[in-house]
């Protein structure tokens, strides 16, 4: 079964900060994996995806990784803002669409 | 594009009653829609696959006699939590994939909120 694991569960920085979120999962049989932003109470926005096949995107101020063998990616967000203040999941598409989430990053920012 | 959206946003209702909760991909096609459930500072957990013109397949643990899914057309599935409880309530989440498969992004819907009293 896959397990899926982020760390740390709360990061509290400085505005201007680079910063990286970790997300860690046990089968490396994966589909893709995805970084989601979700605000409270609100649902979720897909940030990035990363196929199987590749080892990073980037768009705008975030670029994650993804090293498959290690079961590992991260999320780094550069030059961290206010409004970037959220809840960050990752999940894993083991196939068949299915996603397993992962435990979640409370991020917040503060000026 | 990729919008999916959810109605309502937030429920409220007694104990022993159903609600239905719809989720609509508004500018796409989805063969498949998924239902999350989420607890208070907890991730989603996957409960059931929607299926156009098909049955859900359920997660195991989710009852599918309390948790009915209806996948009525590419653009719209529904869940109606029957006989609702307190320990029902929850954050709904539901998500979309488009008819694109090799890209296999989900699309997810703003939320519903359910209060059982």
């Known amino acids: 079964k896959q397990e899926v694991t982020q760390i740390p569960a709360a990061l509290s920085v400085p505005e201007g900060e680079n910063l990286v979120l970790n997300c860690s999962f046990t089968?490396?049989?994966?589909?893709?994996l995805q970084w989601f932003r979700q605000d409270p109470g609100k649902g979720l926005t897909s940030l990035l995806l990363?196929?199987?096949?590749?080892r990073e995107q980037t768009s705008g101020r975030l670029n994650a990784s993804l090293d498959k063998s290690s079961g590992r990616s991260t999320l780094y967000i550069a030059a961290s803002q206010p409004g970037d203040s959220a809840t960050y999941l990752c999940?894993?598409?083991?196939?068949?669409?299915?996603?397993?989430f992962g435990t979640g990053t409370q991020l917040k920012v503060e000026l | 594009g990729a919008v999916v959206s959810q109605h309502p946003s937030r429920v409220i209702c007694k104990s022993g009653t159903s609600v239905k909760i719809e989720c609509r991909s508004l500018?796409?096609?989805?063969?498949?829609m998924f239902w999350y459930r989420q607890f208070p500072k907890k991730s989603l957990m996957l409960m059931a696959t929607?299926?156009?013109?098909?049955?859900?397949?359920?997660e195991q643990g989710v009852e599918k006699d309390k948790f009915l899914i209806n996948h009525a057309s590419l653009t719209l599935s529904t869940l109606t939590v029957t006989s609702a409880h307190p320990e029902d309530s929850s954050f709904y989440i539901c998500?979309?994939?488009?008819?694109?498969?090799?890209?296999?992004?989900?699309?997810f819907g703003p939320g519903t909120r359910l209060t059982v009293l």
């Open positions: 990363i196929q199987s096949s590749q």
């Open positions: 929607s299926n156009e013109g098909s049955k859900a397949t359920y």
């Open positions: 999940a894993v598409n083991g196939g068949g669409n299915k996603l397993t």
């Open positions: 500018d796409f096609q989805a063969t498949t």
């Open positions: 089968d490396s049989a994966i589909y893709n």
């Open positions: 998500s979309a994939s488009p008819r694109r498969v090799t890209y296999n992004e989900q699309f």
